[in-house]
T-cell receptor, first 114, second 108 residues
Framework: GAVVSQHPSRVICKSGTSVKIECRSL??????MFWYRQFPKKSLMLMAT?????????EQGVEKDKFLINHASLTLSTLTVTSAHPEDSSFYIC??????????FGSGTQLSVL | DAKTTQPTSMDCAEGRAANLPCNHS???????VYWYRQIHSQGPQYIIH???NNETNEMASLIITEDRKSSTLILPHATLRDTAVYYC?????????FGSGTQLTVLP
């Protein structure tokens, strides 16, 4: 299957700082990318959907000014957690969709905010 | 959104077939059934998907009932590495909405 590369795999930061997570589609063009978060022992929750070259669409309850998403190219989307707080600690996962029926996931980023 | 219902957990003996059921009684005619699995602290791994015909690949088989209201994922010879949470998802548009999944534990 197609490959989605997500970096970093793990990040620890201080409260109040910003963290950027990158998601790259390596062998396909991801016209749409999705960002999920997952708390321990819980399922994945969709945070936002981004289409290349346009603004992301956020799910209800997700603060767009806190979770900044940029999808500037067909192979790269970034999620920036601004002014991170301990409650933002979570497992963040991206996925990319091509023009067909495929939907491929990155390996996830474990964010720990101290 | 079409929703899915799966058992919370299942056990399977190593080497035996693992049959994971899923109910999706509100599925629409053009919605696909997808199966993913997630091993702890990793991203979901695609397994298989189908519309109305049974599907098979190198990982698993997907059996969809004729009325499409339920499906079964079959891992023909489960190994310890197949221990994971398995998600059955009805895809609406381009996004996937995850339910709670089934924790499959393969026992030695």
């Amino acid at each position: 299957g197609a490959v989605v590369s997500q970096h970093p795999s793990r990040v620890i930061c201080k409260s109040g700082t910003s963290v950027k997570i990158e998601c790259r589609s390596l062998d396909f063009q991801a016209t749409t990318m999705f960002w999920y978060r997952q708390f321990p022992k819980k399922s994945l929750m969709l945070m936002a959907t981004s289409n290349e070259g346009s603004k992301a669409t956020y799910e209800q309850g997700v603060e767009k000014d806190k979770f900044l998403i940029n999808h500037a190219s067909l192979t790269l989307s970034t999620l920036t957690v601004t002014s991170a707080h301990p409650e933002d600690s979570s497992f963040y996962i991206c996925s990319g969709s091509d023009t067909g029926t495929g939907l491929f996931f990155g390996s996830g980023t474990q964010l720990s905010v101290l | 959104d079409a929703k899915t219902t799966q058992p919370t957990s299942m056990d399977c003996a190593e080497g035996r077939a693992a049959n994971l059921p899923c109910n999706h009684s509100t599925i629409s005619g053009n919605e696909y059934v997808y199966w993913y699995r997630q091993i702890h602290s990793q991203g979901p791994q695609y397994i298989i998907h189908g519309l109305k015909n049974n599907e098979t690949n190198e990982m698993a088989s997907l059996i969809i009932t004729e009325d499409r209201k339920s499906s079964t994922l079959i891992l023909p010879h489960a190994t310890l590495r197949d221990t994971a949470v398995y998600y059955c998802i009805v895809r609406v548009g381009r996004q996937l909405t995850f339910g709670s999944g089934t924790q499959l534990t393969v026992l030695p």
